[in-house]
C-alpha cells in the first residue's frame, strides 16, 4: 500500500535549501508545512491522503493523525463529548491521568466506576458497574485493552450506552494493533484513540483519534485546539506506516504459545505477557536486564513484556530460556500494585 507521507519525504529535491523551521536547517525527513508537504491543519494533499486510508483501515468515517500522544486524543474526545452538551462522563477509577485531567480542564465531572481487584490486578468494570454509574453520567469512556491486556466489555457497553442514548469513546492507547481483530475498539465506539506508537511500530507519541459519522464535526473542531501546530512529519510518516503493518500471525500464535508454556497469567491480548513473580519480581528484572531483556514494567507482582508485530521469534525464545531460570514469589492477590495509577476521588 502506498505510504503518502513517506514517498513526498524521499521524494524531496536534494538541492532543497531551508530559509524556514526547524532551526537545524538540514532538510530531510523533518520538514515543516511546506508548498509540498500539506498542513495537519487543513490537511489537502499527502496528510489528507494518509488520513483517508487510514479511517478506511481502521473502520472509521475520519481519522486524525496526532503526533501528541494518546493524550491528545483524549482531550479531544472529551472536549468533542463537552461541546454536544455533555457535563458528567463515566469511567473507571484506573483510566489514565489524561482522563482525569481532561474532566478537570473542560469542566465535565468525573463519576468513577468501581472495580474489583483479582490475582493482585485492578480489573476491568464489570457491565452492572458500567450500567449503574452510566445513569448518573451522559456519556462513557472505557479503556481497552488495559495496560495488563484484559478487554473492557464493549459490546455489553455499546447495548447500555444504546439503551441509555449516551455516547461512547474508547481509550485504546494500547490496542491500535486490534484493528484486525473483532475486539476492536472502532466497532464498539463512537470515538476512539489508537496509541500507534505502543503496539504498532510508530515513533514515540504517534497516535491515531477516530470518529464515527455523528461524531466528525465535532471531534474535528477539538483536535484543532489540543495538537501542536507544528507535527513531527516524521512522527506522521511512521503513524501512517504503522497502521498499515501487516498482520503477523505468527507472533501471535507465539506469544500465546509463550503464555501457556512460561506459567503466564492468563489475559485477553497477545501483545501483553504477564508473568507472575511477586516480592521475586525485583531481582528477576534486575537478572533480565544484566541479560539485555528490557521489559515494559514490573508493579510488585507481575513483570509485563510488551510486544509487538516488530518481536521476533527468537526473542521471545531467547525471553522464555531467561525467564524460566529465575525464582518467583507468590503474588499478592488481595490489594493492587503500582502499574497504573489509582485515583480514589475524581476532581
Ligand atoms: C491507558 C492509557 N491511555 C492513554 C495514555 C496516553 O498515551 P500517550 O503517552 O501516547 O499520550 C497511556 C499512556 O501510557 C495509557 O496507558
Redesign the pocket.
Known amino acids: 500500500m502506498k505510504l503518502h507521507i513517506a514517498e513526498m519525504l524521499r521524494a524531496q529535491s536534494e538541492e532543497h535549501l531551508s530559509f524556514h523551521t526547524p532551526g537545524h536547517k538540514h532538510a530531510g525527513a523533518d520538514i515543516t508545512e511546506l508548498s509540498y508537504s500539506d498542513n495537519l491543519y487543513a490537511p489537502h494533499g499527502v496528510i489528507a491522503a494518509a488520513e483517508a486510508d487510514i479511517s478506511d483501515i481502521l473502520g472509521a468515517n475520519r481519522s486524525f493523525i496526532l503526533t501528541?500522544?494518546?493524550?491528545?486524543?483524549?482531550f479531544s474526545m472529551l472536549a468533542a463529548l463537552k461541546s454536544r452538551s455533555v457535563s458528567a462522563l463515566a469511567y473507571p477509577q484506573y483510566?489514565?491521568?489524561?482522563?482525569y485531567h481532561a474532566c478537570e480542564l473542560l469542566g465535565i465531572r468525573s463519576v468513577l466506576i468501581p472495580q474489583e481487584t483479582e490475582y493482585g490486578i485492578l480489573r476491568q468494570p464489570s457491565a452492572r458497574a458500567v450500567e449503574a454509574a452510566l445513569r448518573q453520567a451522559d456519556a462513557l469512556l472505557l479503556?481497552s485493552p488495559?495496560?495488563y491486556g484484559f478487554f473492557a466489555p464493549l459490546a455489553e457497553a455499546r447495548a447500555i450506552c444504546d439503551g441509555q442514548g449516551k455516547p461512547f469513546v474508547v481509550?485504546g492507547?494500547?490496542g491500535s494493533h486490534l484493528h484486525f481483530s473483532p475486539e476492536y475498539a472502532g466497532k464498539f465506539a463512537d470515538m476512539w484513540?489508537d496509541?500507534v506508537?505502543?503496539s504498532l511500530p510508530a515513533l514515540?507519541?504517534g497516535?491515531v483519534v477516530s470518529a464515527t459519522d455523528g461524531w466528525v464535526s465535532p471531534l474535528s473542531s477539538a483536535v484543532r485546539r489540543f495538537r501542536t501546530t507544528s507535527p513531527s512529519y516524521p512522527i506522521m510518516a511512521s503513524v501512517e506506516y504503522a497502521v498499515k503493518y501487516p498482520r503477523n500471525f505468527a507472533i501471535e500464535r507465539a506469544a500465546e504459545d509463550f503464555k501457556r508454556g512460561h506459567g503466564c497469567l492468563g489475559n485477553d491480548d497477545w501483545t501483553k505477557i504477564l508473568v507472575p513473580f511477586g516480592a521475586a519480581g525485583e531481582a528477576a528484572a534486575g537478572a533480565l536486564e544484566k541479560e539485555g531483556l528490557y521489559p515494559e514494567f514490573y508493579d510488585g507482582n507481575y513483570i509485563l513484556f510488551y510486544l509487538s508485530p516488530c518481536t521476533k521469534e527468537s526473542d521471545l525464545l531467547r525471553l522464555g530460556e531467561a525467564l524460566d531460570a529465575l525464582p518467583r514469589g507468590e503474588v499478592a492477590s488481595d490489594a493492587p500494585t503500582g502499574a497504573?495509577p489509582v485515583y480514589r476521588e475524581g476532581p
Open positions: 501528541d500522544g494518546s493524550t491528545s486524543g483524549i483510566s489514565h491521568p489524561s482522563v479503556t488495559d495496560y481509550d492507547a494500547h484513540v496509541g506508537h505502543k514515540t507519541q497516535a497504573v
